[in-house]
């Protein structure tokens, strides 16, 4: 068993690679091997000549062009150096400000965050139903209060409050706020986006089709309140809006037929609704609600004469008037309105007139209700009936049924740049 183990190994070690190697050489033992070629080298191959043009574009291929001296390599931009302080280029104006672009200043960087706002409450908002009747631009024709202008008697007090407004290119919308309250519709108009979802918002990008920043520049805002308790806030709101050069004007007259009059005010100081029932309309009507007293007395403005008056300086594009005073409306304001023809679209362009009925059961209105009626629909039948005699283009004013009343308290800071409201 051992002898046939070692025949075993002896037989792979040895035999088999010797007959192995016999069989691969092919070639007795005791020839010496020759050396196998150098297959690389005779792999070589010799290629054809090429034709002579492509012979010399590779030539060409081959040259070494001389390399571009350094002046006329396009010289680099030197690293900009800013100030840490100023941020400014080194080689800016010394006396250019950090804040001259626009896009750098904080106003617009904030005017920008606003949009956002602004964008985000537009998306949320229900689709518009508001359709003005844009009148015809017929520059032919006078305009519709221009006979009432040179029939006119002179009033001193609309002249003098013109006076105090900004220059006739400076106003090319206009709003007119009669019952300005807490001033928180104009706010509406200047700072839309603390009130996305207040209907006025909306309605006012709808009227005018433009951004609030555009408004900013371009559009001038006059409201008028009676109200003493008032007073204070709104000229606070008006110094504010001045800072960032916004034209807001708040006016404490009555708005009326004539002017230079002396009404009593009665309201609630300490109304928790802000007040907005104060008005001029008698002693009668406050004796009937117990918590209503005398807080004072305000002058009237001939409404028509001032509106007529402020178009005729500005011409602008468009006006659109608010009215809510507290049943005033129908003590001579509108036959005075109707009478001046400011009530047609070439003028007020659009408004919205709230009408009071529950002073038709507490005061005797029927002088003026018989004509007008009770109601916005009402009166606007007989608008349409007088438009169409007196209007240049036959068209009246266009009347929004607008009811807002959202943010009666206000509640929203003032801009940056200003203090806080008194309290």
Known sequence: MKLSTKAILITFTIIVPVIAAIFYLNEPLNVPRERKPNLKLKLKLKLPSLPPFEQKKKEEDKLEFPKRSPTTVVQKRAPRTTNKKTKTSPTASPTASPTASPTASPTASRDKAAAVILERGRKKRKPSKVSIKTPKQNTDQPSSIESYLNSAAEDALVDKIIA??????????????????????????????????AKATWLYEDLFGVGFVHRRRTSCTFGFEISPRHKPRLEHLQTCYKKSNWRA???????????????????????????????????ELASKNSKRRETGTVDTINIANFIAKMSAKYKPKQIFMKMDIEGAEFTGTLDAMLKANVLCSDVIRSASIEFHANMFKQLDLHEYTDIYGKSVKSFQKVLSTHAEKHCRDGTATSFISLDDESYIHDGKALPENCEPFPI
Do not use: H
């Open 249 to 283: 004007y708040f006016l404490d007259f009555a708005v009326g037929a004539v002017s230079g009059e002396k009404l009593t005010v009665y309201g609630n100081p300490k109304s928790r609704m802000e007040d907005w029932g104060a008005n001029v309309m008698g002693s």
């Open 164 to 197: 105090g407004f900004p220059a006739a290119d400076e106003c090319q919308d206009i709003y007119f706020d009669f019952g300005s309250n807490l001033g928180v519709q104009v706010r509406k108009w200047f700072e839309p986006y603390k009130y996305t979802d």
